[in-house]
């Protein structure tokens, strides 16, 4: 079974240039989140789907961030325009609905790093 | 108050000796629990969870889990050198799905 696949892996862009990162998480799964680690901080959530519909979006730090889950498959993330303090890890993660036994499995981790 | 806490690294252990790796939570409400293990560079990889007060063994693994002392640690016994990684605690909050992450403890294990 393939797990959770992000892309690009790495992308250093100017800031407010506009990155959008790609995220499909694991077929059949139909909660996706996105989490974020900034520099020596932990990992935050920003966001969760459920199918296609956004469930929680309370950590999404601010309206320059715009997530979308088209068809309830994979998922975006757009920043625009991206500033400095935007720059860390961006991490996103997929589970079955179970009830509160939700076992998330995340991927690899898009690093972004705004100059 | 942080969330989720865990004890401050780098944990230094010998080949073959026992791992301690300990995590507090603030929402006395959270239900379940998780422990992670991240190699550098790459995803957190879940290697245990538990829901319930006790003990939950998995292998070399052992979580345990004290509600009423939110509380919740990971041994890991017989620590091999591939044992070294980041490990991140992590507490699924009442009625919620989003995961709370501690910073994370790295552990090195030493041949």
């Known amino acids: 079974e393939a797990g959770v696949t992000q892309f690009p892996s790495h992308s250093v862009i100017e800031k407010g240039q506009t990155v959008t990162l790609r995220c499909d998480p694991i077929?059949?799964?139909?909660?996706l989140y996105w989490y974020r680690r900034v520099m020596g901080k932990e990992i935050k959530f920003l966001l969760h789907f459920v199918k296609e519909s956004k469930q929680d979006e309370s950590g999404m730090p601010n309206n320059r961030f715009l997530a979308e889950r088209t068809g309830g498959t994979y998922s975006t993330l757009k920043v625009q325009p991206a500033e400095l303090e935007d720059s860390g890890v961006y991490f996103c993660?997929?589970?079955?609905?179970?009830?509160?036994?939700?076992?998330?499995?995340f991927g690899p981790g898009t690093r972004l790093t705004v100059l | 108050q942080k969330e989720v806490e865990q004890n401050s690294g780098p944990l230094s252990v010998p080949e073959g000796a026992i791992a301690s790796l300990n995590c507090t939570y603030s929402?006395?409400?959270?239900?379940?629990f998780f422990w992670y293990r991240q190699y550098s560079g790459k995803s957190p990889e879940l290697i245990m969870f538990?829901?319930?007060?006790g003990d939950k063994e998995d292998g070399r693994f052992t979580a345990q889990l004290n509600k009423a002392s939110q509380y919740v640690s990971l041994l890991i016994r017989d620590s091999q050198p591939s044992d070294s990684a980041t490990y991140l605690c992590a507490v699924n909050q009442s009625n919620d799905y989003k995961l709370s992450f501690g910073a994370g403890t790295t552990v090195t294990v030493r041949a």
């Open positions: 538990i829901y319930s007060n």
């Open positions: 929402d006395r409400g959270s239900q379940s």
């Open positions: 077929s059949g799964h139909d909660n």
């Open positions: 993660a997929s589970s079955q609905l179970a009830g509160g036994e939700n076992e998330q499995f």
